[in-house]
């Protein structure tokens, strides 16, 4: 007479033990999770307005002629839409237009909606201002050597108060794309400025 195995498997005790462990488990990290998802929106932001200033300062120097970064309300398609557009200071989309004639030419147009949150209570908010003292229209103008053109240096900040508070008062780690006069850009962590060391920042 030949011997069967033992059958092996779960209880339903211990699968309801092993269920429960997964759940409190999940419970707990998802508030970290919750934090991770909105300071990458941040962070998203922050790479996709740092690699716009960046196109503009490249395009200026490679046609040696002005060009300019411009934060806007609208994502124009077209050279004319380019030339007219209304610059922003809270403007959630961006674009680059090269200086061409009396007009500009349209070299690349980005929307806040990409990965940032769209609709109308967006989770990223932008906001351009100036290093210093002076007003700020929304347009960094390069010249033709990479510097800004008014020899003025400008910040753009990036928040997400859906989030919460840009640290370290709250959760959200902020980002701030400043560039400076001779047409250096960066990406910072104003946050991480007040830890001694901190490459990130500002």
């Given amino acids: 007479m030949l011997k069967t195995a033992p059958l092996r498997g779960f209880t339903l005790v211990e699968l309801l033990v ?17 934090t991770y998802l909105q300071n990458s929106k941040v962070a998203n932001a922050a790479s996709t307005f740092y690699s ?27 050279d004319a839409a380019a030339s007219s557009a209304a610059p922003s200071i809270t403007g959630r989309h961006w674009f680059v237009r090269a200086a061409s004639g009396a007009d500009f030419e349209l070299i690349e147009a980005k929307s806040g909606n990409e990965g940032g949150g769209s609709g109308t209570n967006p989770a990223v908010q932008v906001s ?13 103008a390069f010249n033709g050597f990479g510097a800004t053109v008014d020899g003025t240096g400008y910040v753009i900040s990036i928040a997400n108060p859906n989030g919460g508070a840009c640290a370290p008062s709250g959760p959200i780690r902020c980002r701030e794309i400043r560039v400076l006069p001779g047409g250096q850009i960066m990406a910072c962590d104003p946050a991480a400025s007040a830890v001694p060391g901190d490459t990130r920042g500002c």
């Fill in 128 to 140: 351009g201002g100036v290093i210093g003292a002076g007003s700020f229209d929304g347009v960094i």
């Fill in 52 to 78: 716009g200033v960046q196109l503009a300062r490249t395009e200026a120097i490679r046609r040696n002629a002005p060009a300019h970064f411009v934060m806007s309300d609208t994502v124009p398609t077209s």
């Fill in 18 to 34: 092993g269920i429960s462990l997964i759940g409190i488990l999940l419970a707990l990290g998802a508030p970290s999770l919750a």
